[in-house]
Structure formats: C-alpha cells, structure tokens
C-alpha cells in the first residue's frame, strides 16, 4: 500500500485529492495547519500531520514524529497555496517560502518521497497568443504578468533545482466543482438573472471538474514522467456566452441580462475593491491582481502530453462538471434555509 501525504488539504480541492487517494487503497494522510477546517476531511482512514510552515525545522519535526523511525511518506501532493491575499507579499510567502520550507524540512528529516506533485497554475505561465487564440502548451516558457502568477514559477524554481528530488508539475485550468466559491460567485449571479464580464473582445475559457483534477494526480503519479510539467484541462475551450448558457440550463433554462463591462470600469472596481479589503482585513476576490487574469482573452489550453503520458481524459463536460456543481448548490441551499428554519422555530 502506497503511502500520500497531501500537503495543504484543507479546502475545496484538498478534500477531493484525499477522497480519490482513499478511493484507490492508499495510506492517506493529510498535512494541514492546526487552525484549518477539516469539513471536507471527515473520513475516519484519513490520518493528519500538524505543520507549522513558517519553520523548517519545526515542520521536520513534526514530519519525524509522525511516522515510524526510518520511514516516509511515497508520494508528496502539495496542493498549499493562496488565490488571493490582502497584502500581495502573502503571495510570496504562501506559495513560494512555504514549499522551500517544505523542501527543506523533507531533506532535514530524510523523508523526501519518491514522487513529489506539486499544484501549480496556468497563470504561472502568463498571457498567451491572444491575436490567434492559439493553446498554452506544456513547453512554452513562463512569462507571468501576475503577482500570483510570479509566486507559482518561484515555486516551481525550487523543485527544479532541489537535487535528488522527482517531481511533477500540474498547471491546472480553472478549477470548479462542489463547494468551490469563485465560479459559484458567477452561478449565483446567474440564478438572479445576471451575468457579468469585463471587455468586448472574444474570450475563450477553459475548465476542469474538480474530481478530474484529483484523478489526474494518481493516474500522474502511478504512470507519468517526473521532471515534467503538464497542462489539466478539459480539452475545449469555451466562449463566456456558452458558459452563460451551460449554467442557465443547469438552473432550469432561466433568463440571463448579459452585462459587458469595459475594461477600465473593470479596473476601477478592482482597485476600489483591494482597498476595501483592506480596509476590512479580509482578502477580496476582486482585486487588481485578479484584474489581470480576468481581462486575459486566451486560456485555451492543450493537455495532449498529460494524455499521452499517463492517459489523461477529462471524464466531465463543462456542462456534466456544472449540473453536478449546481445540484451541490442547490443541496447547500436547501441545508442552509432549513437550519434557519430550525434556528427560528428553537428562539419561538
């Protein structure tokens, strides 16, 4: 039995990682901070490890006195990392010293894996052709214009030039599913009636189902190559009015009011925003850093040498991945209406 340790498994995809790992028969365990929520990691086979990733030496402690003297872990998934932050250094400490710290703890303790898959993003790789429209591929070399973007290849920097260590990369699209907040921010406005984009340009979009994702890891780490960096994607793209479609379908057929916002009204409310993030010490999804991926006209991407590799297929449609996405919502709705229903009927 294959031993997982999934770093950062915590959240919306975490949980999905640790579910696919205990599908498949594996000794799973599940690195996380002592303040994360374990809500999507309720499985009694799950084990956890407690880290402190601001110190290395701590983190090999605590990695030591989790196992048995003399063994480790087979394969590391560092799923860790931020998507936004309040203060754009964050980015940088999130995603980049913590998985150096990572490294280093691993080497301190002489628990470095056999495999490490590291998340990464499309966005590390920055803006592609948007003249032609023409597909991120897995050579193209990394130009990021983001801060987020800049953080990931950092990151990446480090398991490239970490001697003796075999890792993979994943540069994952767009990732939705069940109980993940950013695309559901886009189907709830939707369900009332509004769809909201910025620019008047062609936007192709791409997208992957969240258990998809999950089961790419494993099919990765049984059969793909180490030393190699791969795009996970569905394999289409999609305009932001078949997406409009897709998800008004999934909601019953409602009737949608298209908004386009031009790009400087975008940028301006992006701006206004951060700052009244800030202002509530609380990271806004919205955000000048966000700005930049959200007026990016091209994420068309190719996952051909993932399919070639280790037999990548992308099992859920956009419009399968959304109909599953939206009845989670819904389910969630109905939790949500039901408890406060209870709630009132308790105060009477």
Sequence with gaps: MKRVLIIGAGGFIGGFIAEESLRRGYDTWCGVRPSTSRRFLSDPRLHFVELDYDSPSAMARQLRGALPEGEKWDWIVYNLGATKVMVYSDFNRIN?????????????????????????????????????????????????????????IKAETVLETTPGLDWIIFRPTGVYGPHEQDYLMMVKCIDRHWDFGIGFRKQLLTFIYVEDLATAIFDALERGK????????????????????????ALGGKWVIPVRLPLWM????????????????????????????????????????????????????LPEGIRLTVEAYRRDVEIARAAKKAGKGGKE
């Design 266 to 317: 975008a940028k301006a409310a992006s701006v206004v925003a951060e700052k009244y993030g800030v202002f509530k010490m609380k990271p806004s999804t919205l955000n000048t850093d966000k700005y930049k991926i959200m007026k990016q006209r091209n994420w068309n991407a190719d996952p051909s040498e993932a399919q070639a590799d280790f037999g990548f297929v992308a099992r859920h449609s």
């Design 226 to 249: 180490t030393g190699k960096k791969y795009i996970i994607s569905e394999p289409r793209a999609y305009t932001q009015k078949e997406f409009r479609r897709i998800v008004s379908d």
């Design 96 to 152: 980049y010293q913590y998985l150096r710290h990572t490294i280093e703890a691993l080497e301190t303790a002489a628990m470095m894996p056999a495999r490490f898959l590291y998340m990464s993003s499309l966005s590390a790789l920055g803006p592609c052709d948007e003249k032609n429209y023409e597909p991120y591929r897995a050579g193209m070399i990394p130009c990021p214009d983001t801060r987020y973007g800049t953080s990931k």
